[in-house]
């Protein structure tokens, strides 16, 4: 079992960046691929960003591919979502998700897949 820890999230200027994290406990870590999700108020809950258990595979929704890199420090148990010209379209609740898999350069788009959540962190941005 997994325990998922989200921050960084905070209020923002349009335009501005942000670096969200999430702390992974346990010792098998690289045994998941991670994804990032959120959550707008009144909205279903989205695919953002996923990376596989080596890194060597990423995808990206299309509303932030060019703005948001996700990355991740197996050594650290953490992943992380770089977010650079952040929109106010942006807002929402920010969880970070772990999917057990076998195929190290594996990685899901769809939350169904993920077994372990954390409990998000607030991003908004201001216009």
């Known amino acids: 079992q997994v325990q998922l820890v989200e921050s960084g999230g905070e209020l923002v200027q349009a335009g501005g960046s942000l670096r969200l994290s999430c702390a992974a406990s346990?010792?098998?870590?690289?045994?998941?691929?991670m994804g990032w999700f959120r959550q707008a108020p009144g909205k279903e809950r989205e695919f953002v960003a996923a990376?596989?258990?080596?890194?060597?595979?990423?995808y990206y929704a299309d509303s932030v591919k060019g703005r948001f890199t996700i990355s991740r420090d197996n050594d650290k148990n953490t992943v992380f979502l770089q977010m650079n010209s952040l929109k106010p379209e942006d807002t929402a609740v920010y969880y970070c998700?772990?999917?057990?898999?076998?195929?190290?350069?594996?990685?899901?788009?769809?939350?169904?897949?993920?077994?372990?959540w954390g409990q998000g962190t607030q991003v908004t941005v201001s216009s």
């Open positions: 998700a772990a999917d057990l898999v076998y195929d190290y350069s594996y990685c899901s788009t769809a939350s169904y897949e993920y077994d372990y």
């Open positions: 346990g010792r098998t870590f690289s045994s998941y691929a």
């Open positions: 990376i596989s258990r080596s890194g060597s595979s990423t």
